[in-house]
């Protein structure tokens, strides 16, 4: 069974880098692909990006020009990097493996709060 | 963007009754459509993928339904750990897009 498990700072000042980190067990990361997510305070979701573990990348054109994905296949992990982030990029960031085009398995999620 | 248009966006039911909530794609998805059920504080958590197909481990009062760009969520019972809010998601095409969400609450 996919465990994920999302770590990272909850506190990111403005037009700084977010940095998360996804740790994966149960399954070999080279397994499956895997995805970010994200979800405003109250608000709905939003899809971030995939990643392989041969490292290619299917990011949201919304947020392209910002986000890095990679994978590191000797620590069963990916991450995530956000930069130039506002007030509008605090969410909870949650890691997740996608089955087919579904989400089956996602991490707790946590919270990111950009502020001075 | 396929935009994914969800109602209604809350509804209020009692424990019994039947739900139905709706999805809408700006153009034909096919069946490529999943279900997600959150609760407060909590991930989502997959309910029903490819339209109508249901994850393991989820009760069959859950069901989907549709094909091309209408959707249906239904919950033929609803029980008091099925007040939550559900989102549908796209998987056609990439970005990914989700519904705004449906609250269901008690009556």
């Known amino acids: 069974q996919v465990q994920l498990q999302e770590s990272g700072p909850g506190l990111v000042k403005p037009s700084e880098t977010l940095s998360l980190t996804c740790t994966v067990s149960?399954?070999?990361?080279?397994?499956?692909?895997w995805t970010w997510i994200r979800q405003p305070p109250g608000k709905g979701l939003e899809w971030i990006g995939y990643?392989?573990?041969?490292?290619?990348?299917n990011y949201n054109p919304s947020l392209k020009s910002r986000v890095t994905m990679s994978v590191d296949t000797s620590k069963n992990q990916f991450s995530l990097k956000l930069s130039s982030v506002t007030a509008a990029d605090t969410a909870v960031y949650y890691c997740?493996?996608?089955?087919?085009?579904?989400?089956?398995?996602w991490g707790q999620g946590t919270l990111v709060t950009v502020s001075s | 963007d396929i935009q994914m248009t969800q109602s209604p966006s809350s509804l209020s039911a009692s424990v019994g009754d039947r739900v139905t909530i709706t999805c809408r794609a700006s153009?034909?998805?096919?069946?490529?459509l999943s279900w997600y059920q959150q609760k407060p504080g909590k991930a989502p958590k997959l309910l029903i993928y490819?339209?109508?197909s249901l994850q393991s481990g989820v009760p069959s009062r859950f069901s989907g339904s549709g094909s091309g760009t209408d959707f249906t969520l239904t919950i033929s019972s609803l029980q008091p750990e099925d007040f939550a809010t559900y989102y549908c998601?796209?998987?056609?095409?990439?970005?990914?897009?989700f519904g705004g969400g449906t609250k269901v609450e008690i009556k």
């Open positions: 153009q034909s998805i096919s069946s490529y």
């Open positions: 997740a493996s996608p089955v087919g085009g579904a989400f089956g398995s």
């Open positions: 490819a339209a109508s």
């Open positions: 990643i392989y573990s041969s490292g290619s990348t």
């Open positions: 998601q796209q998987s056609f095409t990439t970005p990914r897009t």
């Open positions: 149960g399954v070999s990361i080279i397994t499956y692909y």
